[in-house]
């Protein structure tokens, strides 16, 4: 019976393995979207927001948003342009349908949960691992310390995602190390994947990427690897460039508050190495001074330290690039150097403790001093794993008590709510001031101009106006950003002008004369077009290439 047993398994082993995987997804749900009372997160409702507004833009058939209008109570706040609304649909749909926000959240992340399971675990076997140790790849990382943090206590959804393909990313450089440049378009889906998700991520994975290639810059500095790098980069950018063109318009043309008034400065958000090491030892919960590895990866962490003087360990220079990305999370990197620089935009270097995550989790899995070489032994830092992630979510509860949301409450929105720095508000806005006038309403001289028929439907503002002079200088409830246009019909002529950004308040406003209607609107520009375009051409390309390619090959194997 027992062989029969062991037989059945080895011949489903995949099935076994996925179906684990969908327990863990949800296990990994259990404190957070099944219980009671729920915990409130420093970053969650800046992302209900996200997921209630396209739910509304989906609603009123703007299905590409680049304004999204929930926020502000209908001043509009650019997070759709700013912050890639790819992977909100699935949440945003589920909304529409009419489910709750807490089951279409819990859905979503059960959905990210799965993904990230079955990515690192492939990501495992690309990099030779066997199966049992991609399996524990997938498990240490998947139910990682910082990677719950993200979602239990910080609920960050963009980096969360991100989190996702960091270990496609470690499995491309290591292909490319390897000298197995076929793969490259591995990268570029694994870099996509996180532009769409976390710009932020894009900056520190690129910062792991070069560190990487510096630590085997032998194996890297030939023909053909700097050729598969230049190619994914490219491919890269294209392929992101729907997102990325709008964003630098949009920098380009005005202050932010993000460059003008950031929210910290990176110097300041850096750890003692020894308190990162005891938060880490304890799994610690987390608040803005104690993010940690968790106490597996932490052991996982020592081990790599005493392994730099073992014999059996044969690529230290893993563990070197370990050790740098950890110091860059301590007080013991010059930080200070780069609070004035774009790199300050990481804001915490903490995070760099998702890169950690993945690096110590394929250092423990790859097990080169063979503890896990006998089944039991697997199964057994699975249970850990499994109980570390129990204890941490139950202690994150009993010792947030004051932070515990009733169902309700957590389902009701605060629509002016746009994260703790508003990083994408013009740097004319006062915020305090605009939450005094929630009542929005246009702002004029009844002396200069007359105005009737005032509406606001969802993203759009008309009236009729009379200017009793020249001109007359209007401003409308929307916060300025480069695209908004007005539309004016007048007796026999009908044009379009661009919108203003106010000097005091930051919102739009245009200049009148004559009699006429206005309709004002947020419209795609041009290099917002070309962006599109690029991404579409680019995308489009690489599939038809990648279909040219098969085809040969399949024609070729026909003729022997």
Same mark, same amino acid.
């Given at each position: 019976?027992?062989?029969?047993?062991?037989?059945?398994?080895?011949?489903?082993?995949?099935?076994?393995?996925?179906?684990?995987?969908?327990?863990?997804?949800?296990?990994?749900?259990?404190?957070?979207?099944?219980?009671?009372?729920?915990?409130?997160?420093?970053?969650?409702?800046?992302?209900?927001?996200?997921?209630?507004?396209?739910?509304?833009?989906?609603?009123?058939?703007?299905?590409?948003?680049?304004?999204?209008?929930?926020?502000?109570?209908?001043?509009?706040?650019?997070?759709? $342009?700013?912050?890639?609304?790819?992977?909100?649909? /699935?949440?945003? %749909?589920?909304?529409?349908?009419? +489910? =709750?926000? *807490? !089951?279409?959240?819990?859905?979503?992340?059960?959905?990210?949960?799965?993904?990230?399971?079955?990515?690192?675990?492939?990501?495992?076997?690309?990099?030779?691992?066997?199966?049992?140790?991609?399996?524990?790849?997938?498990?240490?990382?998947?139910?990682?310390?910082?990677?719950?943090?993200?979602?239990?206590?910080?609920?960050?959804?963009?980096?969360?995602?991100?989190?996702?393909?960091?270990?496609?990313?470690?499995?491309?450089?290591?292909?490319?190390?390897?000298?197995?440049?076929?793969?490259?378009?591995?990268?570029?889906?694994?870099?996509?994947?996180?532009?769409?998700?976390?710009?932020?991520?894009?900056?520190?994975?690129?910062?792991?990427?070069?560190?990487?290639?510096?630590?085997?810059?032998?194996?890297?500095?030939?023909?053909?690897? $700097?050729?598969?790098?230049?190619?994914?980069?490219? /491919?890269?950018? %294209?392929?992101?460039?729907?997102? +990325? =063109?709008? *964003? !630098?318009?949009?920098?380009?043309?005005?202050?932010?508050?993000?460059?003008?008034?950031?929210?910290?400065?990176?110097?300041?958000?850096?750890?003692?190495?020894?308190?990162?090491?005891?938060?880490?030892?304890?799994?610690?919960?987390?608040?803005?001074?104690?993010?940690?590895?968790?106490?597996?990866?932490?052991?996982?962490?020592?081990?790599?330290?005493?392994?730099?003087?073992?014999?059996?360990?044969?690529?230290?220079?893993?563990?070197?690039?370990?050790?740098?990305?950890?110091?860059?999370?301590?007080?013991?990197?010059?930080?200070?150097?780069?609070?004035?620089?774009?790199?300050?935009?990481?804001?915490?270097?903490?995070?760099?403790?998702?890169?950690?995550?993945?690096?110590?989790?394929?250092?423990?899995?790859?097990?080169?001093?063979?503890?896990?070489?006998?089944?039991?032994?697997?199964? /057994?830092?699975?249970?850990?794993?499994?109980?570390? +992630?129990?204890?941490?979510?139950?202690?994150?509860?009993?010792?947030?008590?004051?932070?515990?949301?009733?169902?309700?409450?957590?389902?009701?929105?605060?629509?002016?709510?746009?994260?703790?720095?508003?990083?994408?508000?013009?740097?004319?806005?006062?915020?305090?001031?605009?939450?005094?006038?929630?009542?929005?309403?246009?702002?004029?001289?009844?002396?200069?101009?007359?105005?009737?028929?005032?509406?606001?439907?969802?993203?759009?503002?008309?009236?009729?106006?009379?200017?009793?002079?020249?001109?007359?200088?209007?401003?409308?409830?929307?916060?300025?950003?480069?695209?908004?246009?007005?539309?004016?019909?007048?007796?026999?002529?009908?044009?379009?002008?661009?919108?203003?950004?106010?000097?005091?308040?930051?919102?739009?406003?245009?200049?009148?004369?004559?009699?006429?209607?206005?309709?004002?609107?947020?419209?795609?520009?041009?290099?917002?077009?070309?962006?599109?375009?690029?991404?579409?051409?680019?995308?489009?390309?690489?599939?038809?290439?990648?279909?040219?390619?098969?085809?040969?090959?399949?024609?070729?194997?026909?003729?022997?």
């Amino acid at each position: 019976m027992g062989q029969q047993v062991k037989s059945w398994c080895r011949q489903h082993e995949r099935l076994l393995i996925f179906i684990s995987f969908l327990l863990l997804s949800g296990l990994s749900l259990y404190f957070v979207y099944f219980q009671e009372n729920f915990l409130r997160a420093s970053d969650f409702r800046f992302h209900q927001n996200r997921v209630e507004g396209l739910a509304l833009a989906i609603k009123n058939n703007d299905w590409f948003p680049k304004i999204n209008y929930f926020f502000l109570g209908g001043y509009g706040y650019a997070s759709s $342009l700013f912050y890639p609304d790819a992977y909100l649909y /699935l949440p945003a %749909l589920l909304r529409v349908l009419g +489910l =709750s926000f *807490v !089951a279409s959240m819990a859905i979503f992340v059960f959905a990210v949960n799965l993904a990230t399971f079955s990515l690192t675990y492939y990501a495992g076997r690309l990099m030779a691992l066997s199966k049992k140790r991609s399996y524990l790849f997938a498990i240490l990382y998947g139910l990682s310390i910082y990677r719950m943090q993200d979602l239990f206590n910080r609920q960050a959804l963009g980096e969360f995602l991100a989190l996702s393909f960091f270990p496609l990313v470690l499995a491309s450089l290591f292909l490319l190390r390897k000298g197995t440049t076929k793969y490259w378009p591995l990268l570029t889906l694994a870099m996509t994947g996180i532009g769409l998700a976390h710009f932020i991520s894009i900056e520190m994975v690129s910062i792991w990427i070069g560190l990487y290639i510096l630590f085997y810059w032998q194996q890297f500095f030939k023909k053909e690897v $700097l050729w598969a790098l230049a190619k994914a980069a490219g /491919l890269t950018l %294209l392929w992101l460039a729907f997102y +990325l =063109s709008p *964003v !630098a318009e949009q920098m380009k043309n005005q202050v932010f508050k993000v460059t003008s008034n950031p929210l910290t400065y990176i110097s300041e958000r850096s750890y003692p190495i020894v308190s990162l090491f005891i938060n880490s030892l304890k799994s610690s919960v987390f608040h803005a001074k104690t993010a940690n590895l968790g106490t597996l990866l932490f052991v996982g962490l020592v081990v790599a330290v005493v392994s730099l003087a073992s014999k059996k360990i044969q690529d230290k220079r893993f563990i070197g690039l370990t050790l740098v990305l950890l110091l860059m999370v301590t007080t013991l990197f010059p930080w200070h150097l780069l609070n004035h620089t774009p790199l300050n935009t990481i804001q915490f270097p903490w995070r760099f403790l998702g890169i950690l995550s993945v690096m110590l989790a394929f250092f423990i899995a790859q097990d080169e001093w063979g503890v896990f070489r006998k089944s039991w032994t697997v199964a /057994l830092l699975v249970f850990l794993a499994i109980s570390n +992630l129990g204890i941490y979510q139950y202690q994150s509860i009993q010792s947030q008590q004051g932070h515990l949301l009733t169902k309700a409450e957590y389902e009701q929105p605060t629509p002016f709510y746009i994260g703790a720095g508003h990083e994408y508000l013009p740097d004319e806005i006062n915020y305090q001031e605009l939450l005094k006038q929630k009542k929005r309403q246009l702002d004029y001289s009844a002396e200069q101009v007359t105005i009737t028929n005032v509406r606001m439907p969802y993203g759009k503002i008309s009236f009729d106006y009379q200017v009793v002079n020249q001109s007359a200088k209007v401003t409308v409830p929307f916060i300025y950003y480069l695209g908004y246009q007005a539309t004016i019909q007048m007796k026999n002529q009908t044009g379009a002008k661009k919108m203003s950004l106010t000097n005091q308040g930051g919102l739009a406003a245009l200049s009148l004369s004559g009699t006429g209607h206005v309709d004002i609107r947020y419209q795609r520009t041009k290099v917002q077009k070309i962006g599109t375009m690029m991404t579409l051409l680019s995308v489009g390309g690489f599939g038809f290439s990648r279909f040219l390619q098969q085809k040969k090959k399949h024609k070729i194997k026909e003729q022997r």
